[in-house]
């Protein structure tokens, strides 16, 4: 048995699973997790002992066993993966990529050493190296990465760590070993560092254009925000020029009524009050929530719906002091009641209503957006989203919105029952 490659083949297996454990958002407990990655762990040093020890000559048993394993590893971070989506299996792909890196340097120094204790020792320090730099300087890129909704180009991603993979695969093991020749080395080593650049590179991208999407989202958000103070003031002022107005002639009124007393005629007072408390109900600010930028979005939409000729069927509770961030919660709001405006905004008249249900406390969240709706609904197998079908650029309000839920470990969902479109959104802090 040669101990040294087993040795070194399990402390790669050792240092694979701490990069799962550590770079997947999970689904399940941590204890749960870490029982997991142990058993697929053991599962693959016990196939090790096959392709090390009992047919270390076949290639055939080196290949089969290598296809087992990899299918193995990526299972295992499917299945601890909170989203298990194709963001996962990249991560996945790319803590295998990391780990054979510092295998590679574990042969190296053995090769050019000649010492096995010299070689484990160093290719533990290795793997120690790359895991602490990686740990903290990408990883929390890595997991906001699993988070994001905006880029879709996951699946082509997926292809770079897998071409990197075969590329150390079968530069430095099969179907010709290092140690068969040892003038790959420079090459392999600045490949090596190639890797690492281009996954900073790319985690760097996707960084970038996830604080882009939010940018474009708070810009957004601030102009409706913007629209809805400046629609508040002109129609305080309005209502306070209105009411002065009022003000002034109500001695005329007072004069009026005493008049139509002095004649009996009751009937003219009742149109008398009746035109005052009609001009008073018409200057009349309609505050729909405690919340200001919640109150100031809602008006926004209801002016909105008002303008096109929506009927909006309104259940807002919202206090002052909300448990979560108030932009990003009055985004939501604004994405869905937006959408809905948008969808029956082209019905006819009778079908042009929209029920709207927010109730946020201390305790739980609550929105429910309901709308008719007459198309057919195509839901995206990797997010669970409706696919929008207005072109590559549209259908991220949606997205924002189940960031939202997701962020604050709600619950969304969206359906079609009976000719209506309906979103509900729940959480419990």
Request: proline share 2%; net charge neutral; with cysteine.
């Amino acid at each position: 048995m040669n101990y040294f490659t087993n040795i070194s083949y399990m402390v790669s297996h050792i240092f694979l699973m701490v990069f799962i454990f550590f770079f997947i958002l999970h689904r399940y407990s941590k204890h749960t997790t870490a029982i997991i990655c142990f058993s697929a762990f053991c599962s693959l040093v016990f196939l090790d002992y096959f392709k090390l020890n009992i047919f270390p000559e076949s290639k055939l048993c080196y290949f089969i066993v290598t296809i087992t394993q990899i299918i193995i590893t990526q299972s295992v971070v499917i299945i601890i993966s909170k989203k298990r989506d194709n963001k996962a299996l990249f991560m996945g792909l790319s803590a295998s990529n990391y780990v054979i890196a510092g295998s590679i340097i574990a042969t190296i120094l053995h090769i050019c050493t000649g010492n096995e204790i010299v070689s484990l020792l160093g290719s533990i320090i290795v793997h120690i190296a790359i895991f602490l730099l990686l740990y903290f300087r990408l990883r929390k890129i890595c997991l906001k990465c699993q988070e994001i909704e905006y880029l879709k180009n996951w699946w082509e991603l997926c292809l770079i760590p897998a071409f990197f993979y075969c590329s150390f695969t079968f530069l430095a093991y099969f179907p010709n070993r290092l140690y068969d020749i040892p003038a790959n080395i420079p090459g392999i080593i600045v490949f090596i560092i190639t890797m690492f650049v281009s996954y900073v590179v790319i985690l760097r991208y996707i960084e970038s254009q996830s604080e882009k999407a939010d940018i474009y989202w708070k810009n957004v958000f601030m102009e409706e925000y913007i629209k809805g103070l400046e629609n508040q003031y002109y129609m305080l002022e309005q209502s306070e020029q209105n009411m002065k107005i009022l003000r002034h002639d109500i001695r005329h009124y007072s004069k009026m009524i005493d008049a139509m007393l002095s004649q009996n005629k009751y009937d003219e007072i009742k149109k008398i009050t009746e035109h005052i408390n009609n001009v008073v109900d018409e200057n009349k600010v309609i505050k729909y929530c405690n919340n200001l930028i919640a109150n100031t979005i809602i008006s926004k939409m209801m002016e909105k719906a008002r303008i096109l000729g929506i009927k909006v069927d309104l259940d807002i509770v919202i206090p002052k002091e909300i448990p979560v961030n108030d932009y990003e919660f009055t985004l939501v709001i604004a994405n869905l009641f937006e959408n809905a405006i948008i969808c029956v905004k082209d019905f006819e008249e009778k079908r042009r209503n929209i029920y709207v249900k927010v109730n946020c406390s201390k305790e739980h969240l609550l929105i429910r957006m309901k709308n008719e709706f007459d198309k057919k609904i195509e839901f995206d197998l990797a997010t669970g989203l409706p696919k929008s079908t207005n072109g590559e650029n549209h259908g991220l309000g949606m997205q924002s919105v189940f960031s939202f839920s997701r962020k604050y470990g709600g619950e969304a969902g969206c359906y079609l029952e009976d000719g209506f479109f309906n979103i509900i959104i729940l959480a419990k802090f």
